[in-house]
Every structure is written in structure tokens, then in C-alpha cells.
């Protein structure tokens, strides 16, 4: 029987060792969510590292693990601490990340990085080629992996590879800077299709694989000496329903029942009022714009003192890569904003910012995403950002108002939503306004539309449109012999 080999830096669930027990958390990202169409019954896979490096493991914690992973059907990938530092920390997130989303100045290219990069590339596919069946069919995913699908086809050329990229692909002038870049198209071409979330990343790659590499582009095809390469874009969804009916049960609750956080808020009152909550929730990453946000937000104050009291900025950030040094001035850049915008505006009844720094449990974040009249997410590059769907599909009265850079993946099929430009602060202070004083028709008109799309194009239908095209494009290889 042919099955489905779902490939990814971190599988899909946290391991925690308790003296001789393993327990395993399944995780509740876009990712997990997104392939459980997918990864289901027993004709799948998951192959990816386990979270816990070599180091942390005896010969008997190590079986413990495998057995684990098995229950979940996952395979691991066996990972030191040097690997992750070079492989993940390094080149993922050091060189390929800041390049792909146009960070120029942040990118760094370390040699030993890169050959850590390719090794542990080369480690996945052995592990790879160790569960692959006859017939069976391989979807890669993300810019940790991107040698990966030719590692593969280098063993074995006739199986049926997929590729997805869950960030930008930068345009041709940006990414011919990166000394590995013909080893990075040519990594990426072991695919027999590669999705990307925008039409615009879609066409950057097939510049970059006809201007570096030389190759012949048929509309959105690569032709190679003996294969064709299929390039297609395939916008991420989320788990719709998951978001609206959580919503749903949210609104339904009695105050007794609510969670602290929402009590709260409820309470919360300036001058017998609510001040309106503007929402922004994302990683703690330079690519989220959230230092722009911070200024652009001060400025609206300056601009609009009307609305002192008024409205305050709800803003959550999630840690992440802490021990990168970009992170970490970050972090700090950020801590001072905030202390400095709520030094300069607070009132006795208000302080114009709420900034939490932590992970919050999937109840708090619907707790945000129903009680905010306004979200203004603002990244100066983002993939898709799921963040904006998640807070649409949670406005179960149709009420709210999205204001969302047009840097984002997201942006592109969101047209209803208010567009800026991130760096445009005048903009976003005039959009901010706007949204504040909207008539409820227009947010129930835009949202409207907005939530038939992404209800009809969720999560599901993304992972099973991209099977679907590579199931495809494997029937017609096999028909017409191409490979
Ligand atoms: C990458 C690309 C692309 C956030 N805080 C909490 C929490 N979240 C969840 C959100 C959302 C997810 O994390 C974030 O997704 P995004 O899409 O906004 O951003 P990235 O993490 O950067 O993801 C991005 C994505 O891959 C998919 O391809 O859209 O462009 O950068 O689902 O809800 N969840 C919980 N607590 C939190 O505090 N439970």
C-alpha cells in the first residue's frame, strides 16, 4: 500500500521526558492543523526532528522516543546541539529567513552554517529513503528543508516529491546575493511540484530559476533535461470552523464561566466606557513590524488625542528564537517603546498600551480576537499570516475591522480588509481613525465577504488542492513517462 511522507523541521508534537515516561503533546499550529486532512489513518507519515537533541538522550530514552513517535506515526530525525546551532539557528535562521524576507542587512553567510545545513539536509533524506515504499508520495515543507527533494531524487529518481514554502521567495535581485544560490534552485527542482502562497513568490522563483540556472520557463513550468517542474501557488487557510464556533461557545458564556482574562477586559471600564481594544498578535520577529507599530501608534495619539481614553493597543508577542542577537535587541527595542509610549500618554484610568510577552492557551487568544473591534497587523514582510484569517473567522456578529499591511501574503486575497503600508505611519494613523468610527453596515458588508472566502478556502482545501495537483502531475509523469 502507497503512502503519503509528510516532511518538516519539528514534527507535529512536543515531547516532555518524565523520569522514565514520555509524554507527547500534540501541537495546535497552522502546520498540524493544516495536514490532518493528510496525516490520518495509517497511510502517512511524518518524518522531522523530535525537539530533543542526541545529547538529551540515553540508549533507553531514545526507544522510549521512538516508541512514542510510532503511536503518533512520526519518525524522527536524530539532531546534536551543534546541528541545531549550525542548521536551524544558523543558516535557516540567520541567512535564509532575514534574505527571504528582503532583511539584507541581517543576513549572514557562514560557511560552516551552510555545510551544517547541508548535512543536515542530507540526514533527513537518509532517514527519508530508510520509510520510503514503492509509490509512495513526499511532501516537503519550508526553507529548513530546501535541498531536500534533490537529495531525494538523487536516490531515487522516480518517486513523487512535493514542496510547499510557508515564507516569501524574495525577487530575483535579492535572492542572486546568497553565494549558495544555484544550490539552493537546483535543492528545490528535485520537486516535482513547488507551491508557494502568492502568485508574486510563485513568479520570483521561476525569474530566479530562468536567470541563475539558465533553465527554460513554460508559463509555470521548469523544464529540465528529462523532468518538468510544476510552480503553482496555493494560499494557506486556516481551520475555519475551529475559530468561529470557538467564538460562537465564547459569546454564549456567562460571565461566571468566562476566563479571568476576559473578565477583565469586561471591566476594564474609562469613564463608564470600554476603551475600543486595537489587536496585534504575533511571534516576537523583525519581519512583524511591531516596532513600526509601536511609533505608528504613538503618532496616531499625537495626531488624534480625541481618542486618549478612547481606544488602547492590545499587544501580544510571542517569544521566539531567543537566542538569536536580533531577537534579543528586539526584545529590548521593544520593552522601551512600550514603557516610553505608556510613560508619555498614561492617564490614572488608562494606559494606551497592554504588551504581553508570553504564549497564550488557544482560550485567551479567542478571548483577544472577540473583544477587539479593530486588529492592525502590520509585518514589513510576511509569508501569509494566518493571524489575519484567524481574527475574521472569530467576529461571529460580522463586527470589526482588519487593518493589514500589504507586505503579507494574506493581503492579496483580503481586498475587503484596510491595506497599508507598514512604513507609511501617517497612513496607518489615518486607517486607524477610519476603522475606529466605521458604521457597523460597512464592517458587517466587508466581513461579510471576507468570511464566505475563507470559510469556502480553509486549511483543508489548501492541503488537499496541493495533493491533488501533485497526485496530478504524478499520473501524468507516469502516463507520458516523463521521468
Ligand atoms: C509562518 C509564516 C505563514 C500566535 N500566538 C499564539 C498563538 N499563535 C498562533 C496564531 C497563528 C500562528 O500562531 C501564527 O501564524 P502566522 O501565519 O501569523 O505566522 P508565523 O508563525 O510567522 O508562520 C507565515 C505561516 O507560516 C503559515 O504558512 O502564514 O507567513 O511566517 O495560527 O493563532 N497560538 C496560541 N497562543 C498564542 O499565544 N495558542
Redesign the pocket.
Known amino acids: 500500500m502507497s503512502k503519503t511522507i509528510i516532511i518538516s523541521n519539528r514534527l507535529p508534537l512536543q515531547l516532555e521526558i518524565n523520569n522514565n515516561s514520555i509524554n507527547t503533546i500534540p501541537s495546535?499550529?497552522?502546520?498540524a492543523t493544516g495536514m490532518k486532512s493528510v496525516h490520518s489513518g495509517s497511510d502517512s507519515i511524518w518524518i522531522g526532528w523530535s525537539g530533543l537533541t542526541e545529547e538529551k538522550l540515553d540508549p533507553e530514552k531514545r526507544n522510549l522516543v521512538q516508541k512514542a513517535l510510532k503511536k503518533h506515526q512520526c519518525v524522527g530525525v536524530p539532531l546534536t546541539e551543534s546541528e541545531i546551532d549550525g542548521f536551524y539557528y544558523g543558516f535557516s535562521n540567520n541567512t535564509l529567513w532575514p534574505l527571504f524576507h528582503y532583511f539584507m542587512e541581517y543576513t549572514e553567510f557562514d560557511k560552516d552554517n551552510w555545510e551544517t545545513y547541508q548535512s543536515v539536509n542530507q540526514k533527513f533524506a537518509d532517514v527519508v529513503i530508510e520509510n520510503l515504499g514503492e509509490n509512495d508520495t513526499i511532501w516537503v515543507h519550508d526553507y529548513q528543508l530546501l535541498l531536500l527533494p534533490e537529495m531525494i531524487r538523487k536516490k531515487k529518481p522516480n518517486v513523487t516529491i512535493g514542496f510547499f514554502l510557508?515564507?516569501p521567495f524574495p525577487s530575483y535581485e535579492v535572492f542572486r546575493t546568497i553565494p549558495c544560490r544555484e544550490e539552493l534552485l537546483k535543492g528545490l527542482l528535485g520537486a516535482d511540484l513547488i507551491g508557494f502562497?502568492t502568485y508574486d513568490y510563485e513568479r520570483h522563483f521561476l525569474s530566479s530559476a530562468q536567470r541563475i540556472l539558465g533553465l527554460e520557463i513554460n508559463f509555470n513550468n521548469v523544464l529540465l533535461e528529462n523532468r518538468i517542474v510544476k510552480v503553482d501557488s496555493f494560499p494557506?487557510g486556516?481551520d475555519y470552523d475551529k475559530f468561529h464556533n470557538a467564538a460562537k461557545i465564547h459569546n454564549e458564556k456567562e460571565k461566571k464561566d468566562k476566563t479571568e482574562i476576559q473578565q477583565k477586559i469586561d471591566e476594564h471600564l474609562v469613564n463608564g466606557d470600554r476603551a475600543k481594544l486595537i489587536l496585534s498578535?504575533?511571534?516576537l520577529?523583525y519581519?512583524k513590524g511591531i516596532a513600526n507599530r509601536l511609533r505608528a501608534f504613538e503618532y496616531f495619539l499625537d495626531k488624534y488625542p480625541q481618542f486618549k481614553g478612547k481606544a488602547r493597543l492590545v499587544m501580544?508577542a510571542?517569544p521566539s528564537r531567543s537566542n538569536v542577537p536580533q531577537y534579543q535587541l528586539l526584545k529590548n527595542e521593544i520593552d522601551q517603546l512600550v514603557g516610553r509610549i505608556n510613560g508619555k500618554f498614561s492617564e490614572v484610568s488608562w494606559t494606551p498600551i497592554w504588551y504581553f510577552y508570553?504564549?497564550?492557551?488557544?482560550e485567551n487568544?479567542i478571548d483577544l480576537y472577540t473583544s477587539s473591534e479593530v486588529a492592525l497587523l502590520t509585518p514589513i514582510r510576511?509569508?501569509?499570516?494566518?493571524?489575519a484569517k484567524?481574527y475574521i473567522a472569530s467576529r461571529v456578529d460580522k463586527k470589526g475591522v482588519l487593518i493589514l499591511s500589504e507586505m503579507?501574503?494574506a493581503s492579496k486575497e483580503m481586498s475587503e480588509a484596510l491595506i497599508i503600508n507598514p512604513n507609511n505611519f501617517e497612513e496607518i494613523a489615518d486607517t486607524l481613525k477610519f476603522a475606529l468610527e466605521m458604521p457597523e453596515e460597512e464592517q458587517i458588508k466587508r466581513n461579510t465577504a471576507l468570511q464566505k472566502r475563507l470559510k469556502r478556502y480553509n486549511v483543508e482545501k489548501w492541503a488537499n488542492d496541493f495533493m491533488e495537483s501533485l497526485e496530478t502531475k504524478k499520473n501524468s509523469a507516469k502516463k507520458y513517462s516523463l521521468k
Open positions: 495546535v499550529g497552522g502546520l510557508h515564507i502562497h494557506m486556516i498578535i504575533d511571534r520577529d519581519t501580544l510571542v508570553r504564549s497564550m492557551p488557544f487568544l510576511d509569508g501569509m499570516n494566518l493571524v484567524e503579507t501574503g
